[in-house]
């Protein structure tokens, strides 16, 4: 063989691994943007008196009013919290919202108006990669 045949063999050989390689990517599942989802837990008791600021109710009827401002949906589940300081012990009712299809700036915006509004140190978000799906039914 000569070296214009290797080459063109070496070039051929090169061209078939990218056109698979682009191949497998474009068979590979898509992660959407708004894949995303948010979880923030938010903490209702005063962060210096340690407590309760808000109602159970009121304090759902106040996380809505903010998030409604930063985000187009979410969901809140009642939860009770708790952590050890030492030998004191401390609980106190937590709100759990679950944020989908918002970006992570809408969501430190309701953040940081939460922690105002409920006087806290800080919330706790967690950014999980998820599978999204909006299904509608079958036709």
């Known amino acids: 063989m000569n070296k214009k045949t290797v080459a063109a063999i070496v070039i ?30 938010l903490g209702t008791n005063d962060k210096d008196t340690n407590e309760p600021v808000f109602a159970p109710d009121e304090a759902k009827t106040k996380a809505e009013e903010i998030l409604l401002k ?43 108006e939460l922690i105002a509004a409920f006087h806290q140190s800080s919330v706790l978000i967690q950014k999980n990669v998820t599978a999204t799906e909006f299904y509608y039914g079958r036709p």
């Open 70 to 112: 930063h985000v187009g949906g979410w969901t809140i589940q009642e939860a009770n919290g708790g952590w050890a300081d030492g030998d004191m012990l401390y609980r106190e009712y937590t709100i759990v919202i679950y944020l989908s299809d918002t970006s992570a700036d809408a969501v430190h915006a309701a953040a940081d």
């Open 12 to 41: 051929a050989v090169a061209a078939l691994c990218l056109s698979i390689a682009g191949l497998i990517v474009a068979l590979l599942p898509k992660q959407a943007a708004g894949d995303v989802q948010y979880v923030m837990y």
